[in-house]
């Protein structure tokens, strides 16, 4: 049985150590990367599909009694194949600062207030066009220590599954005209600048709904010539 695999494209996606991007240091191997044969379990399952989906869980300012604080935003797009052709019940799960630039998590210390209204959290499976889509908040930039007045620029962490929990990949969509992208070094750590453009949302005025949110797209495509940079692990950064 062949096994599904990703080739990484020469240039497209962060290399594992990138000194700028400090963490890295500690983070990233020192030993050749050992590959580990996947199992039959490992790669045929558990079957993701709609029935994993909860109320609301595309409509992250309906989560909660009240609505969030910000700017009100619908983030849409496909998820293509190389080939380009629609990847169909895929769950693609989202993850996001608050309008003030932070988490809902343990660790988040940044002095912007919690918004008791928004947790930054949602889920939905592409369909049959392998077309996916959000309501959500824009996210605020926020300090993280990288360097000396370092700030990340605006952005939704992606996650995609397969068919199966080893087919899983990480992402991060910004948003267009942000100050930021030449401070940032996870931004600037994709050596290809084509690369970087292909994380950038466009804002998308079919989509954008009068007096009530603002339209982005952002398709996906898992491999090939055109794919979008994944990461090599997932980072709340």
Known sequence: MDLPSYRRE???????????????????????????????????GPLFAGDRIAPNDDDLTRQHE??????????????????????????????????????????????????????????????????YRFTTIRPGIYPWGNHPNAWRPAHIHFSLFGRAFAQRLVTQMYFPDDPMFSRDPIFNSIPDERARQRLISHYDHGTTQDSWAIGYRFDIVLRGRDDTPFETEPDDD
């Open 66 to 131: 009240g609505e969030p604080i910000g700017q009100r935003i619908i983030v849409h797009g496909y998820v293509r194949d190389g080939d380009g052709r629609a990847v169909a019940d895929t769950l693609v799960e989202i993850w996001q600062a608050n309008a003030g630039g932070r988490y809902r998590h343990v660790v988040d210390n940044w002095p912007s207030p919690l918004d008791p209204n928004f947790s930054g959290y949602g889920r939905v499976v592409t369909d049959t066009d392998g077309h």
């Open 10 to 44: 020469p240039g497209v996606h962060p290399p594992l150590a990138s000194p700028d991007y400090r963490s890295t240091r500690l983070r990233s191997p020192r030993t050749p990367l050992v590959l580990l044969p996947g199992s039959l379990t490992e790669v045929t």
